[in-house]
């Protein structure tokens, strides 16, 4: 009886070592791009340091439109975490906007090309999708709306889930050569095959048609886009696929 006892502590304790390893070691693998203290590698699309709308406010990285350099400003402030380029990847982060707020994710973005970000990278696209349309008075198609793949895959209704204008969302980007993946909220809502025939076909008959070179890099930056809204990011996280 006691060495039965015995063996059956020490099976686990096995057990409870191997999670712990486990655990510990997917965490190591998450490489954070802001971490809620610092905006270290960080720094403006095609430019040398980061805009000075955005700041660090209660450990959230925020975008402050009252901080316009000009009167007249209307996006154009676009950041990108210039420290590394990411080819496969699994993207976490957490983000909210105010009411009729709208922004995006890019990814594979590459700087000094003609059309700017959303005419070279795919987009997740961020946008309070609940009051967005009565305050501009304008309606949207699904492929405008969060969590979409901007203008290429609409996000699945049926699992997608979007929190009120001033509330916190989570979201995951997964990309590799044989799939991508949008989540929104702990739901899978878009899935495709990159550089497929239907993504080719996607593109040709959307706005990106006369964009060249939109969704043509296998890797490039991690970028945030200023679309004159007040925008909220924090717990942004990257682990190599």
Not at 25 to 31: F, L, V, Y
Not at 81 to 110: D, I, M, Q, R, T
Not at 137 to 157: R, V
Request: net charge negative; with cysteine; aromatic share 14%.
């Amino acid at each position: 009886m006691k060495l039965i006892s015995r063996f059956s502590f020490l099976m686990i304790a096995l057990f409870i070592f191997g999670a712990c390893s486990t655990s510990t070691q997917e965490e190591d693998n998450w490489i954070y791009l802001f971490d809620g203290t610092s905006t270290d590698g960080w720094r403006a699309y095609n430019g040398e340091s980061l805009p000075a709308q955005w700041e660090i406010v209660d450990g959230a990285l925020t975008f402050d439109t009252e901080k316009r350099l000009e009167k007249d400003m209307q996006g154009g402030k676009d950041i990108i975490y210039a420290a590394e380029e990411f080819e496969n990847f699994e993207l976490y982060l957490e983000w909210k906007l105010p009411a009729g707020g709208n922004s995006g994710v890019f990814y594979h973005l590459k700087e000094n090309e003609p059309g700017g970000p959303p005419a070279i990278a795919p987009e997740y696209q961020l946008l309070d999708d609940l009051q967005w349309e009565e305050i501009n008075n304008a309606k949207l198609q699904e492929w405008q709306k969060t969590g979409a793949d901007y203008a290429m895959y609409e996000p699945d209704l049926n699992q997608k889930i979007a929190k009120p204008a001033g509330e916190w969302n989570t979201t995951r980007i997964i990309f590799t050569p044989d799939k991508v993946e949008h989540w929104l909220n702990g739901k899978k809502i878009v899935s495709f095959v990159p550089w497929s025939e239907d993504w080719h076909e996607r593109k040709a008959n959307s706005k990106w048609r006369d964009a060249p070179l939109y969704g043509s890099f296998r890797s490039g930056y991690i970028g945030l886009q200023d679309h004159d809204s007040p925008l909220w990011f924090k717990n942004i996280k990257i682990k190599k696929l």
